[in-house]
């Protein structure tokens, strides 16, 4: 049974970069998250679905790539909307790869000068999914909050394309910044905690520093079936 460990929302900086939140470390705040996790392992695969970088810098997503390789043979990311599309292509590759009879996708939904992200190409790859696939993006398709910012262009497509997709179908996302877990149709939907800062959604309002950071462990059955549960740190 692969076992993925489920990251996001690093928020590190490159040299240079003044965080908007100097009184919190990113760097700190992601080895105590790792650490918790260790116990939780060994992985087959590590997965960061955005944000890696919050200045969209090189020298912040290899930092992440750096922090992430020790713990599993396979390091996946997708971009977030701080994040520059192929600065994260570039270190962590666009591929496919296989886990067990999982394969890992990533999609970016990130749109340039903008919060919220577009479903386009999260639709053009469920075309190319068979058998059961795991799709790494960083805005969720489905969340507790209906704030813009933390939406989904194009979300209800998708909504109704989960539901006709025949194969097993997990996503992962972030951008949320709190954990969350549901089902669309036959797909299961798993958002990560942020490693950075938790945040509380309600709505259209949202309390900052009101969830628990952490990350999740993703399981995976042969079989296609998927559980998850949350490490806090």
């Known amino acids: 049974m692969p076992r993925l460990l489920h990251l996001s929302d690093t928020h590190l900086l490159g040299p240079g970069s003044t965080s908007p939140h100097p009184h919190i470390d990113p760097e700190a705040r992601l080895t105590a998250v790792l650490a918790a996790a260790t116990a939780a392992g060994p992985f087959d695969a590590v997965v960061v679905t955005g944000d890696l970088a919050d200045d969209g810098s090189d020298e912040a997503v290899q930092r992440v790539r750096d922090f992430v390789r020790p713990l599993a043979p396979i390091v996946v990311a997708a971009p977030g909307n701080h994040d520059v599309t192929d600065v994260v292509a570039q270190a962590f590759g666009t591929d496919p790869v296989r886990v067990g009879a999982w394969q890992i996708r990533a999609a970016a939904t990130n749109v340039p000068g903008e919060v919220a992200g577009r479903a386009d190409p999260v639709l053009d790859l469920l075309d190319e999914c068979e058998g059961p696939t795991v799709v790494l993006m960083h805005h969720p398709v489905r969340s507790r ?25 997990v996503m992962l996302s972030g951008h949320l910044h709190q954990a969350f ?34 990350a999740l462990v993703v399981d995976l059955d042969d079989e296609g079936s998927s559980r998850a549960h949350l490490i806090q740190a």
Do not use: C, M, N
């Open 145 to 169: 909050s209906t704030h813009p910012w933390f939406t989904l262009r194009g979300a209800s497509q998708l909504e109704q394309r989960l539901r006709d997709h025949r194969s097993p179908l």
């Open 181 to 214: 877990d549901g089902t669309v149709g036959g797909t299961r939907l798993y958002g990560a905690p942020a490693t950075f800062y938790g945040i509380a959604h309600d709505g259209d309002e949202w309390t900052p520093h009101g969830a628990p950071t952490g």
